[in-house]
């Protein structure tokens, strides 16, 4: 159950776009279209921002897209926007009904 | 409106026990598959446990298992986290989250958390 990579920061300036990767294994994010990210915000909780790998709950803007490759899965924020700024965190399941996540990336709005 | 709210948490000695209760309401409770994930202060989400929604699959990280039981309450839209012989490094901010599907697959909705602390 070793955390999923990624990397510990990104940043873009406001309207520019903003991709972050989470690299797994054939056991886990290639091995099943589960991929979610989230997003937390310092002090609160974290919000589901993509699921099955590139779905969108409703509310959140299509300025969040998904999609994976492999054992690479990549959140995109397009139009970055002040309030993006936020961690992200992707995860995945990971057979035998075992579940991780990713070690985080720490988006920075310039 | 799903609403989760955890509690239970507080200021252990290393090597005592707690128990976390999670309320669950807005949503058919029994219809989904629950969570537990824990946070550390300044550190990454991690995931403990889960459970079916009829308890008939359970899994806990590596880490937790054998001291950690969860467990639900379907009548009473409750989740729970037993957590036995407490360490220094089960301290975190714990979440309650429930999944969006039956089995275990991925967390949608989380609650604000409800911290632990061990220490002497």
């Known amino acids: 159950q070793s955390a999923l990579t990624q990397p510990p920061s990104a940043s873009g300036s406001p309207g520019q776009s903003v991709t972050i990767s989470c690299t797994g294994t054939s056991s886990d994010v290639g091995g099943y279209n589960f991929v979610s990210w989230y997003q937390q915000h310092p002090g609160k909780a974290p919000k589901l921002m993509i699921y099955?790998?590139?779905k969108r709950p409703s509310g959140v803007p299509d300025r969040f897209s998904g999609s994976k490759s492999g054992n690479t899965a990549s959140l995109t924020i397009s139009g970055l926007q002040a309030e993006d700024e936020a961690d992200y965190y992707c995860?995945?399941?990971?057979?035998?009904?075992?579940?991780?996540f990713g070690v985080g990336t720490e988006v920075t709005v310039l | 409106e799903v609403q989760l709210v955890e509690s239970g948490g507080g200021l252990v000695q290393p090597g005592r026990s707690l128990r976390l209760s999670c309320a669950a309401s807005?949503?058919?409770?029994?219809?989904?598959?629950m969570h537990w994930v824990r946070q550390a202060p300044g550190k990454g989400l991690k995931w403990v446990s889960g459970i079916s929604w009829n308890t008939g699959t359970i899994a806990y990280a590596d880490s937790v298992r054998g001291r950690f039981t969860i467990s639900r309450d379907n009548a009473k839209d409750s989740l729970y986290l037993q957590i036995n012989s407490l360490r220094a490094e089960d301290t975190a901010l714990y979440y309650c989250?429930?999944?969006?599907?039956?089995?275990?697959?991925?967390?949608?909705?989380w609650g604000q958390g409800t911290p632990v602390t061990v220490s002497s």
């Open positions: 099955e790998v590139s």
């Open positions: 807005g949503f058919n409770f029994d219809n989904y598959a």
């Open positions: 995860s995945s399941y990971a057979g035998s009904n075992n579940f991780v």
């Open positions: 989250a429930k999944d969006w599907y039956s089995a275990i697959r991925s967390p949608d909705y």
